[in-house]
């Protein structure tokens, strides 16, 4: 049988330097166990502009809809604020979703035991804190139409359109209540229903699914506002939340900063099963670009190396796998290994990016 | 002269209580400041609708654009759940919002230092912390049309439409560098221009306005969910942000409780000043109804006296006045008085709504 197949697209900023210490990771699964995977590499984002003048080339996009699961860095950079629109490093990114059909995007927000004190948050609000945001990844105001920038009158305005349909939200849904299944078995969901019409047919379509085909998880909902408020207020309430393109955007980024852990944090987007019953997927860390520090061997290669990890679970059926991986970077932290951004109030020498991928190579 | 008129909507849940505190500071203004207000109550919200069958009678809608500033309680409840959307409590508030044109709504988010031990961030993360959002009011996805619940196929579809014109930019962004010249003289306005083109249309008008006319004033941006970080990672970084509607719902209240202070934040919104240099406006508390603790005199009225407060600065140019109110509130928390919302860790008896309006009177 042929190998699994991995397209990897580093980006731009710090992803082809975190990007590096996966690919050590994997090569390390070939070798050791017998895991072996085709890979190839190509651009997105700014990398893709620069040299094709495209943030995602056609053949990039026919490989991604080829493979078995592609691997993304970041995207995005100064260097590419102002160009137009449509050419955005980000633009690529949202192709990929778009076309690839990733319509549920799994962001775990996680506080690891030996950073809880890194929080902006008290240690007894967050540790041990583990939360599945499910965030819509194909519609809404991201991609509804009519949308741009228009003449009206003898001034201009710009406009984007917030546009769910029911099967669109049903099938979000559907996946949030199987994860909650294999969790706590409560699901939150996040909309404005009492500003926003598409809200409403948000919290109405959840309810209708989960009575039908969830019974047994339990649904409330609640407005994204006071999400907000409570994910800051008491985030261990929550177990899975689900929330629309937008929502999501904000509230798994707040999420993500509550746990003080935002370089070790890794997300999956998964469309429809294929025929072998893998889903489509994009594998990613939370964490963006970061072009400060880019190119200085200071960024984390956590949450890109624990994205390789969530592959392994969703689209390779290795949940074994996925969790030595997930345990030698536990190994590795508790060890000690600490790049810049995991240096804590008590100090020490922080290592590189390619350190830690030794100490997790080491740990493995 | 006739003393200035004041329309008070104390609305639903704990709407009234609180309200009923503000009633006897505004009496001790009109007895022992000489000076006093011409006060009319009346309904709004749920409470509207029992008795009107609309969240908001045309009479009160057409008093509250004569009078000089309406003071609001809070709006909503579960019991007005099952509502149609027409009718829902929250389109009484959005409807004065929009007809008396507030387009400017001003949320402080400010740590008081008795209490900077309340936030579940850390006390060095938030002591001292004074944010001042600027959210716009009148537009945005919370009015654009088309908006509803279609179909479509053979499903349903829910539609929202985010729409700013340069016009509706240009009048919030003044607002907000208005009022930093008078604080840190700094703007932070968010949104997601890498995503939506009305957020490109944000950015680019914003940054006009502040070239043209506020050279002086400093203005960065930033996208909307790194913003959501940002205030949660390092709140003190910001002075003035500037966002839209809804985003600024979101982001305010998670500023809000990162304050720890959630039951003492008042809002004021504005809207562009009458002949005799006076804007129309609307005060009311940053919490909302809080059903589950209404008619218990459990409640804080701090917020909703905070906002009278912002009243006689804003509306009736009694800045001193103002900060005589701000002081007391100050003073009683310095001695002890807490309602129950503010028992923090070291414990101790609260009061109720009624006692905390007394300690502040005696402080007055
Ligand atoms: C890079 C950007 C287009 C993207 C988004 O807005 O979805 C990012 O913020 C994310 O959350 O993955
Ligand atoms: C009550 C509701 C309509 C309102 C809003 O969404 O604007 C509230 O959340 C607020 O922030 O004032």
Chains 1, 2 share one sequence.
Not at 20 to 36: C, S
Not at 82 to 108: A, Q, Y
Not at 183 to 207: D, F, H, P, Y
Not at 326 to 334: F, G, S, T
Request: aromatic share 6%.
């Amino acid at each position: 049988m042929a190998n699994p197949s991995l397209l990897i697209l580093p980006g731009d900023g710090i992803g082809p330097e975190v990007m590096a210490q996966v690919t050590r990771i994997i090569d390390w699964f070939g070798e050791k166990r017998d895991l072996a995977f085709d890979v190839e590499h190509d651009l997105v984002g700014g990398a893709a502009y620069d040299k094709h003048g495209t943030p995602l080339h056609d053949d990039t996009m026919a490989r991604a809809l080829e493979v078995d699961a592609v691997l993304l860095g970041a995207v995005g950079g100064p260097k590419y604020d102002d160009l137009d629109f449509s050419v955005k490093p980000e633009r690529g990114l949202l192709r990929l979703r778009k076309e690839m059909d990733l319509f549920s995007n799994l962001r775990p927000a996680q506080c690891f035991d030996a950073l809880a004190d890194f929080s902006s948050l008290k240690k007894d609000i967050v540790a041990g804190l583990d939360i599945m945001i499910v965030r819509e990844l194909t519609s809404g105001v991201y991609f509804g139409e009519p949308r741009g920038i228009f003449e009206e009158g003898n001034e201009r305005v710009g406009i984007n359109t917030q546009r769910y349909t029911e099967s669109e939200i049903e099938r979000v849904a559907r996946s949030a209540f199987e994860l909650a299944r294999r969790r706590g078995n409560k699901v939150c969901s996040m909309e404005k229903a009492n500003v926003m019409e598409s809200g409403i047919l948000w919290r109405e379509v959840t309810q209708r699914v989960r009575d039908a085909e969830y019974p047994d998880v339990e649904l409330s909902h609640m407005y994204a506002d006071n999400g907000a408020m409570q994910l800051v207020r008491a985030p261990k309430q929550f177990d899975v939340i689900v929330t629309d393109n937008l929502f999501g955007d904000i509230l798994s980024d707040c999420a993500a900063m509550l746990t003080g852990s935002l370089g070790m944090l890794p997300s999956a987007s998964l469309g429809a099963p294929n025929a072998d019953g893998r889903p489509k997927a994009l594998y990613e860390p939370v964490h963006g670009s970061a072009p400060d520090i880019a190119g200085q061997g200071k960024a984390n290669p956590i949450a890109c190396i624990l994205s390789f990890a969530m592959a392994l679970r969703y689209s390779f059926d290795q949940g074994e796998e996925a969790a030595r991986l997930e345990k030698a970077v536990e190994q590795a932290l508790a060890d000690g290994a600490r790049t810049p951004d995991l240096m804590g109030p008590e100090g020490g020498t922080p290592i590189t990016t390619e350190e830690m991928g030794n100490a997790i190579l080491k740990a493995l």
